[in-house]
């Protein structure tokens, strides 16, 4: 890992009071975006393997990381049993027995790490953000476009993050956006990953570090040391 990509101290702030929410951000640079190989598939069956065995559809609900989640969401107004958290969504196809989605290697890894840690995950093509991000409530009429190119109105109250001139993340997180997603000419990309005061320092330095391990086995890129921002509690 190269301190000298490391993000600098205020990419990411706070607008919120919520005491005790993180966001962990890594940075990729030089990646080579491209499909996910059949050896990847294997290991994304060893790990759907190991999230069967910790968990049921049942229980997820009232796992404690997912449940505080989704205790966030509803502080913000937001209905977590109609707008998921990305990592619940992620984890639930997996217990249902299904696949994740294949959309290339650094997406692919990313959303089986969402699942694996129950950790929201965000993707960012820092070449098309613009600024610092924020972590803000949105503004009510805002709108944010999601990946596919459907839109959103949002009501004022849902939480987001948002660079200096759109939300590049609707919830904390539910959807990235389809301005600043991952294709296949993007080649520095910013790795958000978000916590609550209920997710513990060290599950955040291990989902982190255990990322950016997956992140460097299966993508051809160069990786930042992580730096982690939270408001204090």
């Known amino acids: 890992m190269s301190d000298s990509l490391r993000?600098?101290?205020?990419?990411?702030?706070?607008?919120?009071?919520?005491?005790?929410?993180?966001?962990a951000a890594a940075r990729l640079h030089n990646v080579r975006v491209v499909p996910s190989t059949d050896e990847f598939a294997a290991y994304e069956r060893e790990l759907f393997a190991e999230i069967?065995?910790?968990?049921?559809?049942?229980?997820?609900?009232?796992?404690?990381?997912?449940?505080?989640?989704?205790?966030?969401?509803?502080s913000f107004g937001?209905?977590?049993?109609?707008?998921?958290?990305?990592s619940?969504?992620?984890?639930?196809?997996?217990?249902?027995?299904?696949?994740?989605?294949?959309?290339?290697?650094v997406v692919d890894v990313i959303n089986l790490a969402s699942a694996y840690h129950l950790l929201p995950i965000s993707l960012v093509d820092e070449q098309r953000m613009r600024g610092g991000l924020v972590v803000r409530t949105a503004n009510r009429g805002e709108i944010f476009t999601r990946i596919g190119g459907k839109t959103m109105t949002c009501r004022g109250r849902e939480i987001v993050v948002a660079d200096d001139e759109r939300i590049v993340c609707f919830g904390y997180a539910t959807?990235?956006?389809?301005?600043?997603?991952?294709?296949?000419?993007?080649?520095?990309?910013?790795?958000?990953?978000?916590?609550?005061?209920?997710?513990?320092a060290g599950e955040m330095s291990d989902a982190v570090g255990i990322t950016l391990d997956m992140i460097r086995r299966w993508v051809d890129c160069k990786?930042?040391?992580?730096?982690?921002?939270?408001i204090p509690q």
């Open 88 to 105: 619940e969504a992620l984890a639930r196809r997996v217990l249902r027995g299904e696949n994740l989605w294949r959309i290339n290697n």
């Open 223 to 230: 990786t930042s040391s992580p730096r982690i921002y939270s």
């Open 52 to 74: 069967r065995r910790k968990h049921t559809l049942e229980g997820l609900a009232e796992n404690r990381i997912i449940r505080s989640f989704r205790d966030l969401y509803w």
């Open 78 to 86: 937001m209905d977590p049993t109609k707008l998921r958290v990305s």
């Open 7 to 23: 993000p600098p101290p205020g990419l990411v702030k706070f607008a919120v009071d919520r005491p005790g929410l993180s966001v």
């Open 175 to 200: 959807h990235d956006s389809h301005h600043t997603r991952v294709t296949e000419d993007s080649t520095d990309i910013l790795v958000l990953v978000y916590g609550t005061p209920e997710v513990r």
